[in-house]
């Protein structure tokens, strides 16, 4: 559909009409809330035009999976467990009233927040932009932030607003929100009315792991950084950047400085940011947060000798630990595969060192898809129409890939195994 409208709409472009390829790109881009962009969106789309990628993205940032359990609530039906559990996680965790209770949350939490993104925004742009001028900046980019898009209607992106360090602090902070999961902020206000005497576990492992991302990542891109990206800043606009740089790489795709001058450490750091990604349930993408965290739970059990994996003194069914251990194998599988097709179809018969630094791109341009994160080192543009087709599978698969995988081991988990295979050991390590 979004495709459709930007092939057939009037009004949505600025000189000539993007092709089938591109239609296709811009649309799955802001369904999957990526911010990948074929071409520059300030000059080459018009109000309409850009109202319309806007609506695309706020639809893409509800979720597919909370979308389907809206339409099958719409037809007083009632979800299957299955899909309640990958839309929300497990059913224990689930607010009173179901899947109809949290599409009121989801509401009510996306329209709240981004309502006031905009009006803080509004009032920091008016200065510059007047009271008219900052309006539809304000409320774009509060969306987008909140939906982990990374579009931006400014011709440069953030990269002019790198001293706006208001601005960068309530785009920051809407990343922060959308990537925190809508079970999260319903936990949290059950606890703050008393309905709950604690928050769940996943709560508390989300929250924990997202400090520990942002504050383990931000002095790692100052040290790295100082010097390069952020030397033409003072003090404080160089730490809040470096912050900024922590932030965005989970799942927005805001960018104040240009990824193809950064330091080698910080391209590292950056694509496993990108690789882990938001919360579950959240607008971003990713391997999520809490996967990582139990693979590095995982990783400590076994050096301390424990075959269970606890957290907060509570253990984490091995099911579940089993199922975030195949995310991870899925996401890299899927990664190696769409990196060696990209170089396959798009590095040109030039010398081995223009090659390589067209692969260090393309590595950078896939993990951005598949992490559905709209970063990118100015790639985007140059990529061939078969090169262009594999990162909209990507971001596809990068949106509901893990929700897919998800259901297909929650089916399978269920199934009762009428008779088990003889055991023989295989050395490892």
């Known amino acids: ?141 509060a969306i ?87 030397a033409g800043h003072g003090f404080v606009a160089r730490v809040a950047n470096a912050a900024f740089m922590a932030v965005t790489p989970r799942t927005a795709g805001f960018n104040t400085i240009d990824y193809t001058q950064v330091t080698n450490p910080s391209l590292v750091l950056t694509l496993a940011l990108m690789w882990i990604g938001g919360s579950p349930g959240s607008t971003a993408g990713g391997v999520k947060t809490t996967t990582a965290a139990l693979l590095a739970l995982l990783f400590l059990a076994r050096l301390r000798g424990r075959t269970d994996v606890s957290f907060a003194n509570h253990s984490v069914p091995d099911a579940t630990v089993q199922r975030a251990v195949g995310l991870a194998v899925v996401a890299i599988l899927l990664l190696f595969a769409f990196v060696f097709m990209l170089l396959w179809v798009e590095l040109p018969r030039a010398s081995a060192a223009l090659d390589r630094e067209h692969f260090i791109q393309l590595v950078f341009e896939a993990q951005s898809a598949l992490g559905t994160v709209g970063l990118s080192m100015n790639k985007t543009a140059d990529l061939s129409p078969p090169g262009r087709v594999l990162i909209v599978l990507l971001m596809f698969l990068g949106r509901v890939g893990p929700l897919a995988a998800l259901e297909a081991m929650a089916r399978r988990s269920r199934r009762k195994q009428p008779y088990r295979l003889g055991r023989e050991d295989v050395l490892v390590g």
């Open 144 to 230: 987008s932030a909140f939906c982990n898009a990374g579009f931006s209607t400014f011709r440069d992106g953030l990269a002019t607003h790198a001293g706006d360090l208001p601005a960068l602090a309530v785009i920051a902070l809407l990343i922060i929100a959308g990537g925190l999961g809508f079970l999260v902020f319903e936990d949290l206000q059950a606890r703050l009315r008393g309905r709950r005497r604690r928050v769940t576990l996943h709560t508390r492992l989300v929250l924990i792991t997202t400090a520990v991302l942002i504050a383990g990542a931000t002095p790692l891109y100052v040290f790295f950084e100082w010097n390069h990206t952020l």
């Open 1 to 141: 559909m979004g495709t459709l409208g930007f092939l057939v709409l009037p009004g949505l472009w600025i000189g000539e009409r993007p092709g089938f390829v591109d239609a296709l790109f811009m649309a799955t881009s802001a369904v999957c809330v990526t911010g990948l962009s074929v071409f520059d969106v300030s000059s080459r789309m018009t109000f309409p035009g850009q109202l319309w990628l806007l609506a695309l993205i706020q639809l893409g940032g509800i979720g597919i999976v909370t979308l389907a359990a809206l339409a099958a609530a719409s037809l007083g039906r009632r979800t299957s467990l299955e899909v309640e559990e990958v839309a929300v996680g497990p059913t224990v965790l689930m607010p009173e009233g179901g899947v109809g209770a949290v599409v009121r949350s989801v509401a009510r939490v996306t329209l709240t927040v981004e309502a006031l993104g905009a009006l803080l925004l509004w009032l920091d742009w008016r200065g510059s932009l007047g009271n008219a001028g900052a309006l539809w900046p304000a409320l774009f980019h």
